[in-house]
Every structure is written in C-alpha cells, then in structure tokens.
T-cell receptor, first 113, second 112 residues
C-alpha cells in the first residue's frame, strides 16, 4: 500500500474485554514498530519487529500486552483484560531498514470504559 | 528526569513569523535526530532527519543539532496556518535498531 494502514481507527471496549489492533506496514518494509501515545504524553515505545521476530519487547507495559507478526508483513497487537489506563492512541510504524526513518500510520484510538 | 525534554506550548504566532522549536536531551549516545509533525487525529509525519551535529535545510524548515549542548532546534520560516500542528522531536543512538525516544511535542498555532 501507499502508507502504513491501521485498523480499526477507533475502538471502544468495556473494561476486562480483549482487543486486537491491526497494522499493515508499507510493502517491503522489514521493520515494524508499535508505539502508544497518551494525552499529554510523548510516544511510548512498545515493541519492535525485524521480519517476524521481535528482538525488543522491552516497552510492553505488562503481560496483558502481546504482539505478533506473520509473513513479515501484518502485525497484530493484542491487549487482554483491558483496563481504563490502556486508553490511548496506538501507533504503528514501519521502516525499510534499521537506519531508515520511521513512517507512521494514523493510529487506533482505544477507549476503555 | 525524562531523556528528552520539550516545551509543550501551546505556541501561538502570527502568519509569516519565524518559529523556533527546541528539545534538550540527556543521553550523549544519541546520534540520529528527527522532527515529526502531527496533525490532529493523524499519525506523525517525518519532516527532518539529521545525523550528528550540524544544520540541514529543506524549504522553509531548518534543523539544527548541537551535540555539545545536547540541544536540537527546528526553525520554520514564513510560517503558514497550515503549519499549525504538534511538532515532535525524536532521537536514537546507533545501536538501538531504530527505537526512537520522543519528546512530548510542542503544539503550534499559526494565526491569520
């Protein structure tokens, strides 16, 4: 595709439910990143994929958060047993190589009620 | 103390003004420096990408990096209402596989 695509663009869920957020990176980009942006906060790194492997999961806030990437392309971020503090915009980015700049999608705005 | 500090603003300037946006950082290992622009309800869009110290110019935008002072700047000349957005600085070191550390962003409003 022309850019990084994320779905859904908005998600409202009840506390305690599981959610899945999807990211479709730019075609050919081997690196994929998930960030979280909360109101008044900068972007918080969550996880990074190179191909299908995740060398750096250091930013995942708890074991309720997990992510996978299949076929070196689409990635899914899963949040189990959502809490109100999980409410944020979840941004996905991809890059063509390690030293290349990141290209971001428009994010998924998650609201946990 | 955060690794990257950025004044959140908001910063309001009249159309045509020169805008100066700044970030300071504490990690001397940072080598790559970026500025992103983010419109409301959109993802960050890369504006400038620089390596190490020095200046880089692209149209109305100039990025400056002073590693000795751990200070980076973005200048916008002849500011336009369409420049109204949040500007995020970001940086990384050479060994962290593109993991970026972001500032919190400065909200800029350019008025007619």
């Amino acid at each position: 595709g022309a850019g990084v695509s994320q779905s859904p663009s908005n998600k409202v869920t009840e506390k305690g439910k599981d959610v899945e957020l999807r990211c479709d990176p730019i075609s050919g980009h081997t690196a994929l990143y998930w960030y979280r942006q909360s109101l008044g906060q900068g972007l918080e790194f969550l996880i990074y994929f190179q191909g299908n492997s995740a060398p750096d999961k250091s930013g995942l806030p708890s074991d309720r958060f997990s992510a996978e990437r299949t076929g070196g392309s689409v990635s899914t971020l899963t949040i189990q047993r959502t809490q109100q503090e999980d409410s944020a915009v979840y941004l996905c980015a991809s890059s063509s190589e390690l030293s290349a700049p990141l290209h971001f999608g428009n994010g998924t705005r998650l609201t946990v009620t | 103390q955060k690794e990257v500090e950025q004044d959140p603003g908001p910063l309001s300037v009249p159309e045509g003004a020169i805008v100066s946006l700044n970030c300071t950082y504490s990690n001397s290992a940072f080598q790559y420096f970026m500025w992103y622009r983010q419109y409301s309800r959109k993802g960050p869009e890369l504006l400038m990408y620089t390596y190490s110290s020095g200046n880089k110019e692209d149209g109305r935008f100039t990025a400056q990096v002073d590693k000795s002072s751990k200070y980076i700047s973005l200048f916008i000349r002849d500011s336009q209402p369409s420049d109204s957005a949040t500007y995020l600085c970001a940086m990384r070191n050479t060994g962290t596989a593109s993991k970026l550390t972001f500032g919190t962003g400065t909200r800029l409003q350019v008025t007619l």
